[in-house]
Antibody
Framework: EVHLLESGGGLVQPGGSLRLSCAAS????????MSWVRQAPGKGLEWVSAIGGSGGRNTYHADSVKGRFTISRDNSRNTLYLQMNSLRADDTAVYYC?????????????WGQGTLVTVSS | DIQMTQSPSSLSASVGDRVTITCRAS??????LNWYQQKPGKAPKVLIY???NLQSGVPSRFSGSGSGTDFTLTISSLQPEDFATYYCQQSYSTPATFGQGTKVEIK
């Protein structure tokens, strides 16, 4: 059974940094593209970042986080990461990791339970 | 970026009703369209992928149709557990984009 477990969220001041992790199990992690998707309180879903499977050479970021967030993965640890720098109040959201189903990018078939990031002074 | 527009933004319906939600893309996305259901405090769950394919384990009362720019999610007979928010999402190009959501409430 596929399982995705995010961690690393919390309260951080504007301008601060945070690293989110997503521990994956139940599938061959290195084979699948992965993404981070966020949801601000009471709002809709926003794709944030994506990374290719083996090697993770291909990475993509939404314009809203480009230059501030970096997605990476450690296939030996079955873990996805999101390094978030220069955080702003509008980055406050629940951050979900999502697994692609393997038929092209951005077809999410499993999601984690999410981790809340709050950016506030 | 491809804009995804859902309608309606919310609807009230009764158990047993047939419910239809539409999603329009700002340009053709062929069949690269997914539908998700989200309940309060929970992660989204995929219902339909590639416009019309039912995700394993999802009840057959859910169906999807469409291609190009216009898509539909249909619930043939609304059940109590279907009251939730539904999102469409295009996977045709980067960035992936979602519709604003349709909240299905109890009448």
């Amino acid at each position: 059974e596929v399982h995705l477990l995010e961690s690393g969220g919390g309260l951080v001041q504007p301008g601060g940094s945070l690293r989110l992790s997503c521990a994956a199990s139940g599938f061959t992690f290195s084979t699948y593209d992965m993404s981070w998707v966020r949801q601000a309180p009471g709002k809709g879903l926003e794709w944030v970042s994506a990374i290719g499977g083996s090697g993770g050479r291909n990475t993509y970021h939404a314009d809203s986080v480009k230059g501030r967030f970096t997605i990476s993965r450690d296939n030996s640890r079955n873990t996805l990461y999101l390094q978030m720098n220069s955080l702003r109040a509008d980055d406050t959201a629940v951050y979900y990791c999502a697994k692609d189903r393997g038929s092209g990018w951005y077809n999410f078939d499993h999601w984690g339970q999410g981790t809340l990031v709050t950016v506030s002074s | 970026d491809i804009q995804m527009t859902q309608s309606p933004s919310s609807l009230s319906a009764s158990v047993g009703d047939r419910v239809t939600i539409t999603c329009r893309a700002s340009q053709s996305i062929t069949n690269s369209l997914n539908w998700y259901q989200q309940k309060p405090g929970k992660a989204p769950k995929v219902l339909i992928y590639a416009a019309s394919n039912l995700q394993s384990g999802v009840p057959s009362r859910f169906s999807g149709s469409g291609s190009g720019t216009d898509f539909t999610l249909t619930i043939s007979s609304l059940q109590p557990e279907d009251f939730a928010t539904y999102y469409c999402q295009q996977s045709y190009s980067t960035p992936a984009t979602f519709g604003q959501g349709t909240k299905v409430e109890i009448k």
